[in-house]
């Protein structure tokens, strides 16, 4: 059974920083594209980055680009989504995902995604 568990997140002002973990178990972790999103409440859910491989520059979209940095341990299993200089128009439920890396599926569209983790909440105040 994949299993995809989340820990960080929280409450921090304005210009702070969060960092995210996204543990894996269940499947090989190597070979999975792993992607972070968001939702706020009354949006849909969005793309935040992606990390493919450890080797791999990882992208991000053009609003956290510069602030957010997806990254990953093969070792441990578990993918990161370091988030630097946050502002209040971050702060939403933040989500891992995993997908195979040769899907051929879009790395930034959420329904590209076979599993997800539980959320966790970041709440960023002004």
């Known amino acids: 059974q994949v299993q995809l568990v989340q820990s960080g997140g929280g409450l921090v002002q304005a210009g702070g920083s969060l960092r995210l973990s996204c543990e894996a178990s269940?499947?090989?972790?190597?070979?999975?594209?792993m992607g972070w999103f968001r939702q706020a409440p009354g949006k849909e859910r969005e793309f935040v980055a992606y990390?493919?491989?450890?080797?791999?520059?990882?992208d991000s979209q053009d609003s956290t680009k510069g602030r957010f940095t997806a990254s990953r341990d093969d070792a441990k299993n578990t993918a990161y989504l370091q988030m630097n200089n946050l502002k209040p128009e971050d702060t939403a439920v933040y989500y891992c995902?995993?997908?195979?890396?040769?899907?051929?599926?879009?790395?930034?569209?959420?329904?590209?995604?076979?599993?997800w983790g539980q959320g966790t909440q970041v709440t960023v105040s002004s």
């Open positions: 990390v493919s491989r450890s080797d791999i520059t990882p």
């Open positions: 995902a995993a997908k195979h890396r040769i899907s051929g599926l879009s790395d930034q569209n959420p329904i590209s995604y076979n599993f």
């Open positions: 269940g499947l090989m972790f190597s070979i999975h594209t």
